[in-house]
């Protein structure tokens, strides 16, 4: 890792370009204080509070660039993408690039790395990084040279005189450069897309050769001199408390030194710890059989009596009664009753896990007085937020690193496991890592919530839609910062119902009262998941019905090409903290990605008996995709999924190879919940455990993936999570098309055995 010189915060502008230590010689841009390591360092730069979002970039006298990824990287791309942008604007040469991981400082601004946000929320602000950082060096030159500013080019790191020829390192005009006055954004001179030699183009992740060869450090791997490690018991419903325990046989395990009694979880739930008892040993498997010895009872506490099969019954109930509307065009209750025909069917899918590979961990330590955590985390602010009451510390003076995540799904941006790590450092004296094992991460999730739906189409004698009544009920992700909070809200319902793009004259979307029984929390594409399974799903019965290919019949419901404004019929519409302006839900998009898609497919072909393609489409995160899932289901119900195709309108892919890559992991993820996933609760308590009863997809599983992105000069839009809301539904319908099964329930499960 590279130390990176400090400068006075006396030296920085407010506006974001940073010109300054010109004590070390380096031009700082778009940086105030930089500290990387030592925590007084850290303390220095919380300062000042006004320079967010801009701290990404420095160069040293020696030409290096230093950019610094605010954001964490759990397979994304982020680390890699980020830089791109940089340096294709500074036109760099990426061999001299240094990149500093992420640290938790709120002079980044937001640092939490979900919502697919990297890119399309910091694309601009990198870019004028990197074109500013040039121009500066580029004036610097042109002083020197007695050149005007339009007579210096830049080429891999080099400046160069086109009128003398003469070339020289960005090294000899760093010091120069830092004494000039930082661009303003609109004087600011971007280069042509023609000239792009990093951004568009495929790239492998900067991580990547850390990772195949094992010696990439994730959260699990970090290690501190002295370090115990700690295993915990917790209460398996939610706000549970524990009342009993063997201390003394705990204590007999060889290697175990501590057995902690963690806080009692106060609600609202947040991101606090559940509770319970830590062991604390030498060594993890110690802590581990520690915890076995415990023998620890619990009382059940106000979800002690959770059961999802009761839970469902009352989901349905409330779907049924109605409740808050959140959108409504024309008159759906007369379209329907004056209609020709009617339609309806349900769909429920259960609560899910995020289950990434490597389970939670996080390792504590106080040194000097100041605690320092290193963990697998998606937001390190989160991380210190969370933590500082529990120490009584002030967020800023607790230093935080985020490792590599080995997977998070969003499970990681819920730091309940740093807040235990920060107890027990506390109490121990000791660094101290809280090892969260499989079982451990499965029953004490934040889970994506569990879902009813029913929808009711007015049809024509054509089959065509004339009316449209959706209605769902489910627990909302509020609920866990406010018990209070029953059923979802606004920005959850405007994840795919609110925001449905379909051209009809009556529309209503209605959500009953669902309350919260289990931590729910965002997970991989949030209530898209659920919200797109039933409308992919609707649309096909409803073409199946009416005799018409699905495309066709998706083509005429999307209808003309335009722009989709929810709040038009009285919805208030977040687009995922987009304007529509920069952003809009546009129809033209959506049915680019769904032709393409059947055509990747040939999706009119017809297919062998038993064999059946699917096909679904939805906007997400304000990007695009279509997939299609061919499947062959054997007489005995057997199914095995052959191929899939993806196509992506991500506007501007600034990395095509991970934008393909995310697609392909979409794949895996989408058919892991619509095959095999699901999480259910008796007695308060989660049944499932380990990979062994909560299933996602094997290897022998994995289809064949093909993904085409749409090209376009739109701005970036969210990649890591659109490409999952589709494929549940091209599978189901694809396991319909194979085998006239029609599925509305997830997981699939032994449904064709039925």
């Not at 919530?449 to 189409?457: E, F, L, N, R, Y």
């Not at 009556?506 to 009262?513: H, S």
Request: net charge negative.
């Amino acid at each position: 890792m590279t130390r990176i010189h400090n400068v006075s915060k006396n030296d920085y502008s407010r506006r974001g370009f940073l010109k300054g230590a010109v004590a070390t010689g380096s031009l700082v841009l778009a940086a105030n204080v930089i500290p990387y390591g030592p925590l007084s360092e850290l303390q220095a730069a919380n300062a000042d509070n006004d320079l967010v979002n801009s701290a990404y970039l420095s160069i040293s006298p020696d030409g290096t660039v230093n950019i610094f990824i605010h954001r964490v990287e759990m397979g994304q791309g982020s680390r890699t993408g980020l830089p791109m942008i940089i340096a294709d604007e500074l036109d760099a040469d990426w061999e001299r690039l240094n990149f500093v991981p992420a640290f938790g400082d709120k002079k980044f601004g937001d640092q939490n790395t979900d919502g697919s946000t990297s890119i399309r929320r910091f694309y601009d602000a990198f870019r004028r990084a990197g074109a500013g950082a040039r121009m500066m060096l580029q004036q610097a030159a042109a002083n020197k040279w007695g050149v005007s500013v339009g007579q210096v080019d830049v080429k891999n790191h080099r400046l160069i005189n086109t009128v003398s020829g003469a070339s020289a390192d960005f090294a000899d005009f760093v010091e120069a450069a830092s004494k000039l006055s930082v661009p303003a954004d609109a004087d600011l001179v971007f280069k042509a897309k023609a000239d792009w030699k990093y951004v568009g183009k495929p790239k492998q992740i900067i991580d990547m050769k850390g990772i195949v060869t094992g010696t990439a450090d994730f959260g699990q791997d970090i290690k501190r001199e002295g370090m115990l490690f700690a295993v915990a018991t917790r209460p398996p419903a939610v706000g549970g408390k524990i009342t009993s325990y063997d201390k003394a046989a705990a204590m007999a395990v060889s290697g175990v030194v501590d057995v902690v009694e963690m806080p009692v979880l106060e609600f609202p739930a947040l991101f606090k710890p559940l509770g319970g008892v830590a062991v604390v040993a030498t060594n993890t498997w110690a802590a581990k059989k520690g915890v076995e010895a415990l023998n620890a009872q619990f009382e059940g506490g106000v979800n002690g009596s959770y059961d999802t099969e009761a839970y469902e019954a009352e989901l349905w109930q409330s779907v049924k009664k109605g409740g808050t509307n959140h959108l409504n065009r024309g008159d759906v209750d007369k379209a329907i009753s004056e209609a020709a025909k009617t339609f309806e069917a349900d769909y429920f899918v259960p609560h899910l896990a995020h289950a990434p590979m490597e389970p939670m961990s996080a390792t504590a330590e106080w040194i000097d007085g100041k605690l320092h955590i290193w963990t697998s985390c998606q937001d390190p602010q989160s991380v210190q937020s969370t933590v500082a009451p529990f120490v009584q510390q002030k967020p800023e003076d607790i230093y935080v690193e985020a490792a590599l995540l080995g997977g998070a799904f969003g499970r990681k941006s819920k730091p309940d496991f740093a807040v235990e790590a920060a107890l027990l450092a506390t109490k121990m004296k000791k660094p101290v890592k809280v090892v969260w094992m499989r079982e451990d991460d499965i029953k004490h999730g934040y889970y994506h919530t569990i879902t009813a739906q029913s929808v009711k189409a007015g049809l024509d004698e054509n089959g065509k839609v004339k009316a449209w009544h959706h209605k769902t009920a489910y627990p909302s992700i509020g609920g866990t910062f406010d018990p209070a909070s029953v059923g979802p809200g606004g920005f959850e319902m405007g994840l795919g119902l609110t925001d449905m793009p379909f051209e009809i004259d009556n529309l209503r979307v209605e959500a009953g009262e669902a309350k919260q029984q289990v931590r729910i929390g965002w997970m991989r594409s949030v209530a898209n998941i659920q919200q797109a399974f039933a409308l992919g799903s609707f649309v096909d019965e409803l073409a199946h019905n009416a005799g018409v290919n699905t495309v066709d019949y998706w083509m005429e419901l999307i209808g003309s090409d335009r722009y989709v404004n929810p709040a038009d019929d009285g919805a208030q519409y977040g687009n995922y903290g987009q304007t529509l302006e920069q952003f809009p839900i546009d129809t033209a998009r959506l049915k680019a990605v769904l032709a393409k898609v059947a055509d990747m497919a040939d999706f009119k072909r017809k297919r062998p008996k038993g064999r059946g393609v699917g096909i679904s489409v939805h906007r997400s995160f304000v990007s695009y995709v279509a997939s299609a899932i061919e499947v062959e289901v054997s007489d005995a119900g057997e199914v095995k999924v052959l191929d899939a195709w993806m196509a992506v309108d991500c506007g501007l892919a600034v990395n095509p190879d991970r934008v393909k890559a995310q697609m392909e992991g979409a794949v895996v993820f989408g058919l892991s919940l619509a095959m095999h996933s699901e999480i259910t609760a008796k007695d308060g308590a989660i049944v499932q455990g380990n990979f062994d009863d909560y299933q996602v997809c094997r290897t022998d599983e994995v289809p064949n993936v093909e993904v085409a992105i749409i090209e376009n000069d739109a701005p970036p839009g969210g990649v890591g999570e659109p490409g999952v809301p589709p494929v549940a539904p091209a599978f189901t319908n694809a396991v319909f098309a194979a085998s006239g099964k029609r599925i509305r329930r997830l997981p699939l499960g032994d449904q064709l055995y039925a």
